[in-house]
């Protein structure tokens, strides 16, 4: 099984900055993709961005340029630095990870963290 740890978020003015980390751990034979998604109340899920094995990202185009998606594989742990951040960015952010373990390829998702962008 894989557990997956966020930190960070957490409440900030329009034009600020905030990071959330997410670290994934138990008996994880290698990752594949990492990444982060978020929910808005009301709203559906939706990508914010995506970091592939060899480091090959993508994001949303409602914050390319604002948020940048990087990972740390000697310790399992994906990031996403938020800036310029505006209130339509307040959101739930839930990590995602695609790992193998002996069960096979499967995806996990993180508790969620709150993220409050206040005008």
């Known amino acids: 099984q894989v557990q997956l740890v966020e930190s960070g978020g957490g409440l900030v003015q329009a034009g600020g900055s905030l990071s959330v980390s997410c670290a994934a751990s138990g008996n994880i034979l290698s990752i594949n993709a990492m990444g982060w998604y978020r929910q808005a109340p009301g709203k559906q899920r939706e990508l914010v961005a995506v970091?592939?094995?060899?480091?090959?990202?993508n994001s949303a185009d409602s914050v390319k340029g604002r948020f940048a998606i990087s990972r740390d594989n000697a310790k399992n742990t994906v990031y996403l630095q938020m800036n310029s951040l505006k209130p339509e960015d307040t959101a739930v952010y839930y990590c995602n990870v695609e790992a193998y373990t002996m069960l096979g390829l499967r995806t996990y998702w993180g508790q969620g963290t709150q993220v409050t962008v206040s005008s």
């Open positions: 970091i592939t094995g060899i480091g090959r990202t």
